[in-house]
């Protein structure tokens, strides 16, 4: 689904220069102001200290592809939204992790060596330098061409599924832990984050006003490349939004996946919000540059500043961290859901 994100993904600007939003909360259909969702607990738990995983294991991948690992000792997860080492460390495997991609964002893991370049691309040599026992991927970076040299040079590479909503969280979790054999902390893991999505929605439900629902937008921007897309149905966003009691105005009129803006359809879908990811909205130069876009000011989202930006590395990774960005996303929407 997101192997369309890898021409933009690799447009990403490492340079930030526009300041940040304020992180006050704010009634969404009527607060005026721009919000920072900020996660109040950015680390990953793991669901066990230590997992004796149960070697060696061969497993069919998502393209079909059986293959066998037998060692976890040097272990790389890689994926655009860095779903895929969140979960590593969610297995209690952290400490097998060699490298990360640079959606992989979260405290522990950041003293990791990176192994893409220019934002989301792949880099052959400095992945072979790091010597991997095993890989852990999908097809959301490329080029693909790395990932095949991987398998080719005898590495057991295997390939999850490349979706990502929150519906499917399970799913991922599972696929790691069985390519990792570690099948039992995969279901403790699946356990604990299915509950604790559960909770955050009930806190969302028990302070979110059904018959006002916010209407929001997902918009991604980078502005050094002019790189300005709406994300809709099916995109993982639609269910983000969902989740915070939010109403998909880019579902609601019918986009799918993700379009370049229309000034004319942006402006008559009248969302009362717009979000976006914090590196997105400082490459255009803060709320002041978005407003420029054009048919943003023509939304009341526009007309009263109303932007909510989150980090990029968790806005959109539906892993073990799901339920913290729901109540971070809540809280700037409502305030205090808790």
């Given at each position: ?25 704010q009634t969404p259909t009527e607060g005026n102001g721009p919000t920072t969702a900020v996660v109040a607990r950015p680390d990953i738990v793991p669901i066990t200290p230590a997992p004796q995983p149960n070697l060696p294991v061969t497993v069919t991948d998502n393209q079909g592809t059986k293959v066998t690992v037998t060692s976890v000792d040097r ?264």
């Amino acid at each position: 689904m997101f192997r369309w994100l890898l021409a933009l993904a690799i447009l990403v600007a490492a340079g930030c220069s526009a300041p940040p939003a304020s992180t006050s909360p704010q009634t969404p259909t009527e607060g005026n102001g721009p919000t920072t969702a900020v996660v109040a607990r950015p680390d990953i738990v793991p669901i066990t200290p230590a997992p004796q995983p149960n070697l060696p294991v061969t497993v069919t991948d998502n393209q079909g592809t059986k293959v066998t690992v037998t060692s976890v000792d040097r272990t790389l997860a890689f994926d655009t939204y860095g779903t895929l080492a969140a979960t590593v460390f969610g297995l209690g495997l952290g400490d097998k992790v060699v490298g990360r991609d640079t959606s992989t964002g979260f405290p522990a893991a950041k003293h990791l060596p990176v192994i893409t370049a220019n934002g989301h691309q792949l880099n052959a040599e400095a992945i072979m330098a790091l010597r991997p026992t095993v890989v852990i991927t999908d097809t959301t970076l490329g080029p693909w061409d790395v990932v095949l040299q991987l398998r080719d040079s005898g590495i057991p590479v295997v390939v999850t599924d490349s979706k990502r909503t929150i519906d499917n969280v399970d799913d991922i979790a599972h696929q790691v832990a069985a390519a990792l054999g570690v099948p039992d902390a995969g279901a403790r893991l699946v356990e604990r984050t299915t509950k604790e999505i559960t909770e955050a929605k009930a806190a969302i439900a028990n302070r979110a006003n059904p018959e006002h629902k916010p209407r929001i937008v997902f918009l991604y921007l980078r502005g050094q490349a002019g790189v300005y897309y709406m994300f809709g149905r099916g995109s993982g966003v639609d269910s983000l939004i969902d989740a915070v009691g939010g109403v998909d105005v880019a579902s609601e009129v019918g986009l799918d996946g993700m379009k370049p803006v229309n000034p004319e359809a942006l402006a008559g879908a009248r969302p009362d919000v717009i979000l976006v990811m914090t590196k997105g909205l400082q490459s255009v130069g803060g709320v002041d540059g978005i407003l420029q876009l054009p048919g943003v000011a023509q939304t009341p989202a526009g007309q009263r500043r109303r932007v909510v930006d989150m980090d990029d590395t968790q806005i959109l990774g539906f892993g073990p961290l799901t339920a913290n960005v729901l109540d971070a996303l809540a809280t700037a929407l409502y305030g205090d859901v808790k």
